[in-house]
């Protein structure tokens, strides 16, 4: 996990979800969300649906375990997290004083940081 630096595994794995969530069964990802959204123990999702709680572990880490690999091949993730470090880097160089006075500068500022913010792009 070469991002695990920059996040925590906790932050990380969600990431991956967001990214990769799509591709995992509906019933991984169901335990998943109770597990890592929701803040569930396993043995609470494991009383919910009539499973072990060992059940309940093994599929989370079976779901983990095929984030991190869909995330090994395509690289998603790794990538959105240096494109914001790229972007965020852009936007303090276009903020500095001598950038400020170019009105096509002060623009690709201002995109930058509409790029930057969370939330649906319009």
Known sequence: ???EKVLDKFTWINLLYDFYGPLLTGRQRELFELYY??????????????????????????????????????????????????????LIILSMPQYCKDENLVRVRDILQRMLEPGPKQ
């Not at 079976?62 to 990538?79: H, N, P, T």
């Open 1 to 3: 996990m070469a991002d």
């Open 37 to 90: 959204k929701q803040d569930l123990s396993l043995g609470e999702i494991a009383e919910h649906h009539g499973i072990s709680r060992q059940g309940v572990y093994d599929t989370i880490g079976r779901s983990v375990a095929s984030l991190e690999s869909y995330e090994k091949k395509l690289g998603l993730a790794q990538r959105f997290i240096r494109e914001c470090g790229d972007l965020e880097e852009a």
